[in-house]
């Protein structure tokens, strides 16, 4: 089972969270877009643009932030912290 822990904080406050799970056999990039596409939607947030330093911090930590210069669109939170808490 692959688990996204989603959470959007502004002034260092955890606003909202979810867990995303899916049990597909797609590949883990597969399941990280599916997961977030799943977050933004029930987030009611538009997709994030992922940056060179979003890609490595996620590489290196399996975590990433989306701050304003992820998104298009004005936010209304500081960022939007994602975190794998289980894969395969």
């Not at 990039?29 to 538009?46: M, N, P, R, S, W």
């Not at 490595?56 to 998104?71: G, L, M, S, V």
Request: proline content about 1%; glycine content about 2%.
């Amino acid at each position: 089972m692959f688990r996204m822990w989603a959470k959007v904080f502004k002034d260092n406050h955890l606003l909202k969270d979810t867990v995303i799970c899916n049990e597909s056999g797609d590949t883990r990039t597969h399941k990280v877009f599916q997961a977030l596409d799943e977050i933004c939607y029930e987030f009611d947030l538009g997709k994030p643009i992922w940056l060179d330093a979003t890609i490595a911090e996620f590489k290196r930590h399996a975590k990433a932030r989306f701050t304003q210069d992820n998104f298009i669109e004005q936010i209304e939170f500081d960022y939007l912290e994602i975190h794998v808490i289980e894969e395969d």
